[in-house]
């Protein structure tokens, strides 16, 4: 097995640029935006004592996925999104699990989301807290976006991963579904549960964890991760919040979002997860969203070296791909979630694509 090469960044323990606390609720954290398809260690630290409840040692399973083990003994520490992937991939194989990630996601609580987690605590609603979960999530992970929208009642949470050929993106999106509801415990009290969890995995053998953890129906072969409860829960009031030290975290938050480095490619690629399967996409919808002219769009993306359409499609192919790799979702219903009005239109694109009609992808050793 060819091993890659071990990830050490600026923001490890050797030498490690941290921001001066001036209050013991504000966590130091790195002053630099992080770089697309990076993250802090955050949630995945628990991914080290989860291996040890096996019986395993971490550290050859650490190094077999290109990471040094020394990184995990800070949550802020920063690896790759896809050496993440790998190392859960090791992870379930190593352990015979398929519901690790869930583990994983179980153990963390909302102080592993850091700094933002932090903001959850302080802010002054439920609402608030997701809100400043949404907004600020892309300062500690450019491997996935969260979003809460509301409808009928109900508030929709999810957590999708957007990173191009994302190992394990089911068992990712378990250990974040699993994390927000523990957030969501701390936040509205222990006894608190969602209405329903919807997954983009296939059913598991075992569905005894996940009820467990969630206390509530869990559907699998979902086209997103989310989860669902009464939109009056955002209205709830978040006991010891303290409003001076919420000011302080959002102060410091934004100074990190206006630090150089952050890609509008990138953006734009988070913006397309959240709402491809939902929106209008076009062009001239997300210029929109965003308050500028259709050229200005295009010449920013052209600077970056990449077109709209290009985007969209990488977008739309990485969705397929997790869809017919994670789930037993039928082809017309990808087909519809991605935009296309007839199934042949989409098995044309993703030929394009990859070369394969989407059956021939899915029955070729890259499903469950």
Not at 62 to 68: K, P, V
Not at 182 to 211: F, H, I, Q
Not at 276 to 300: G, N
């Amino acid at each position: 097995m060819t091993m890659t090469k071990s990830i050490v960044t600026p923001f490890t323990s050797t030498g490690r640029e941290k921001i001066e606390s001036v209050s013991p609720d504000i966590p130091a954290e790195p002053r630099r935006t992080l770089p697309p398809g990076y993250i802090h260690l955050g949630v995945a630290k628990e991914i080290v004592p989860t291996l040890r409840d096996f019986g395993l040692d971490p550290d050859p399973i650490i190094r077999e996925a290109g990471l040094n083990p020394l990184l995990f003994d800070d949550g802020a520490n920063v690896i790759p999104h896809a050496a993440l992937g790998r190392l859960l991939t090791l992870s379930v194989a190593r352990t015979k699990c398929p519901h690790f990630g869930l583990l994983v996601g179980r153990r963390a609580t909302i102080l592993s989301l850091g700094m933002v987690g932090r903001l959850m605590q302080h802010s002054e609603t439920v609402g608030d807290a997701l809100r400043a979960l949404v907004s600020n999530l892309s300062i500690q992970n450019r491997g996935a976006v969260p979003s809460l929208n509301i409808s009928q009642g109900m508030a929709l949470f999810t957590y999708l991963v957007y990173q191009s050929d994302a190992e394990s993106a089911d068992q990712i999106s378990d250990g974040a579904i699993a994390v927000t509801v523990n957030a969501m415990r701390a936040l509205c009290g222990s006894d608190w549960k969602p209405a329903e969890v919807l997954l983009p995995r296939a059913t598991p053998t075992d569905l005894e964890p996940y009820r467990r953890h969630y206390r509530a129906p869990v559907r699998f072969n979902q086209e997103i991760a989310a989860i669902v409860f009464p939109a009056c829960d955002l209205n709830l009031r978040i006991a010891g919040a303290d409003s001076v030290v919420r000011a302080l975290l959002e102060e410091r938050l934004e100074q990190m979002k206006g630090d150089p480095g952050s890609e509008f490619s990138d953006d734009i690629r988070r913006l397309l997860r959240t709402r491809l399967t939902s929106h209008h996409c076009s062009a001239d919808d997300i210029a929109d969203l965003l308050a500028m002219h259709r050229r200005t769009l295009s010449r920013r993306l052209k600077d970056g070296g990449m077109g709209y359409r290009a985007i969209a499609n990488e977008v739309r192919f990485e969705i397929a791909r997790q869809l017919l790799q994670d789930t037993q979702v039928p082809l017309g219903q990808i087909a519809a979630a991605l935009g296309y009005s007839e199934a042949s239109a989409f098995t044309r694109a993703f030929r394009r694509w990859s070369g394969r009609t989407p059956k021939a992808w899915r029955g070729d050793g890259h499903s469950n």
